[in-house]
């Protein structure tokens, strides 16, 4: 039996953590792979407080993970199943156990949205990637395109000049989502090159990536792109597979909560990139796990 368990050991996850156990709670984090989520494999995150020069996300991560150990967090490191929160003691049911705890806070976060067209799934690994910091080495000296418009596929197509030859990024719109510093760096890149108001129909190539097809969404002509990869940041959804209708979420699936944290469920509370959120940044999560913690304290103080 534990105060508290966290679902997701990424940056809210973590945060939890700390400020969980930090407060006497007895606390576990379940997480399926290596802690950190998303914001371990992004090469170098430049807008979290304290680092000027920036800080590679998988070091951060490091720091969040060896802090909350510090503390006496547990971590288990299995994939969740399903939850069990109707009751005064919640259960979460892993791949080989039940986990009994009198709070829950989840922080699953979210994974990168597929584009959903042909190429994609038969290519993956095989010049379709979602992780420029993961595969970006294997494209040295070659001809990459990045499909989105926001601060991920900028800065992610950037960290990818570093070993492509050129990146030609597609948007289906002119205008962008991403930081205009994130766009001034991109538009001084030699490398990096613009297809606009433009969709990727088709992945092509035979055992891997050889090109795209691209729709002009203005003219409705259509033509080939030659690249030997293609990195897709088109958003996000939430790990909510484990979640099976006793918590509230919106119409993509992102958790309902109050200004508290709190679910509609007593005692379960979400934190990070798998709430219903208008911002997803490291910064943010911290905060929100940071408060999900303050609030179970609050709320075992009670019950």
Do not use: W
């Not at 371990?40 to 993970?65: D, K």
């Not at 994939?79 to 259960?91: H, P, Y």
């Amino acid at each position: 039996m534990y105060d508290v368990i966290i679902v997701g050991a990424g940056p809210a996850g973590l945060t939890a953590g700390i400020y969980a156990a930090r407060g006497g709670l007895k606390t576990a984090i379940v997480e399926l792979a290596m802690p950190g989520g998303q914001a371990a494999s992004t090469e170098n995150i430049e807008n979290y407080p304290g680092f000027p020069n920036g800080i590679n996300g998988y070091e951060l991560m490091n720091l969040f993970h060896n802090q909350a150990l510090t503390f006496g967090v547990e971590f288990i490191f299995e994939e969740v199943q399903t939850l069990d929160v109707k009751d005064t003691v919640k259960k979460i049911h892993t791949s080989s156990q039940v986990i009994e705890a009198r709070c829950i806070i989840i922080a699953a976060g979210s994974k990168p949205r597929l584009l959903g067209v042909p190429g994609e799934a038969s290519f993956l690994g095989s010049g379709v990637s979602y992780c420029a910091t993961c595969d970006g080495a294997f494209f040295k000296n070659k001809s990459v395109v990045v499909v989105g418009g926001g601060d991920a596929a900028i800065e992610e197509g950037a960290y990818l000049t570093k070993f492509a030859k050129e990146v030609t990024i597609v948007h289906r719109r002119k205008g962008f989502r991403a930081s205009q510093i994130a766009l001034n760096r991109a538009n001084d890149n030699p490398k990096i090159r613009f297809e606009l108001n433009a969709v990727v129909e088709e992945i092509l190539g035979s055992n891997h990536v050889e090109g795209v097809r691209i729709l002009d969404v203005l003219s409705g002509t259509t033509r080939e792109i030659p690249a030997d990869g293609v990195f897709i940041y088109v958003g996000t959804d939430p790990n909510a597979q484990f979640m099976h209708g006793e918590i509230e979420t919106d119409d993509r699936g992102y958790i309902l909560t109050n200004h508290l944290l709190e679910t509609n469920i007593k005692g379960v509370y979400a934190a990070g990139d798998i709430r219903n959120t208008p911002l997803r940044q490291v910064a943010t999560a911290v905060g929100d796990g940071a408060l999900a913690a303050v609030e179970v304290e609050k709320y075992l103080s009670e019950n």
